[in-house]
């Protein structure tokens, strides 16, 4: 049986990408904050799930858990990293920003490492990172997240051609970028193309399927990536 790790499974992708790694015979470790949500998968799916309350935030005791959760699987073929949080902060309040950057900078970036670092040793392993169509471009009423997926695209990135230099070739990194999902993330009202969680979790789960390097979530928003790439920062000022 394969396992992996859902790091933020108590509630939207994450939830509904663990619903569908059990539907394939995986044994899934979820963590999240909120122990209720994670106790009540493991209820519905009590042979195939592991349970591991976390905050990402708290890096210390994010890598005692990773860690926690290896030493029991023995090894791990697929981590998911779904943890994150965004709000609309037009009046940049440092509250919200620095939750952004400790959740979706410091926090993602410590479990990137630990996930590279144990595929490096194991020679084999696959990386997914749920980052955004944000990370494109910049935007003025939510500086902080915005900044915070295009970090993370880079990183993904970095980690990507760092598996270059691993023997087996076997390691790899997928960057899922969302448009706009109908989950708790959403940002602002009227939003455009709102995805369905549904629709939205089949397609990134066939991307992790067939290891895509980037996959745009619904498909269609390829062609806004492919815009927001060419649009000149003053039409997006003017826009935004």
Known sequence: MKKAIVFGATSGIGKALTELLIKDNYQVAI??????????????????????????????????????????FGSVDLIIQSSGVGSVNSKLEWEIENETIQTNVVGVTKLYDLAYNLFREQEFGHLVGISSIASLRGNRAAPSYFASKAYQKAY??????????????????????????????????????????????????TAIKKRRRVAYISKRWRLIAWVLKLVPSWMLKMAT
């Open 31 to 72: 963590t999240g904050r909120r122990l209720e949500k994670l106790e009540a998968l493991k209820d519905a799916y009590p042979e195939q799930i592991l349970v591991k309350q976390n905050d990402i935030q708290q890096v210390e005791e994010l890598e005692k858990v990773f860690h926690e959760i290896v030493e029991e």
């Open 156 to 205: 993904l990135e970095s980690l990507y051609i760092k598996t270059k230099s691993i023997k087996s070739k076997k390691v790899f990194i997928t960057d899922i970028r969302p448009g706009f999902v109908d989950t708790a993330m959403a940002l602002g009202d009227g939003i455009f193309w709102m995805v369905p969680l549904e629709k939205a979790t089949k397609q990134i789960y």
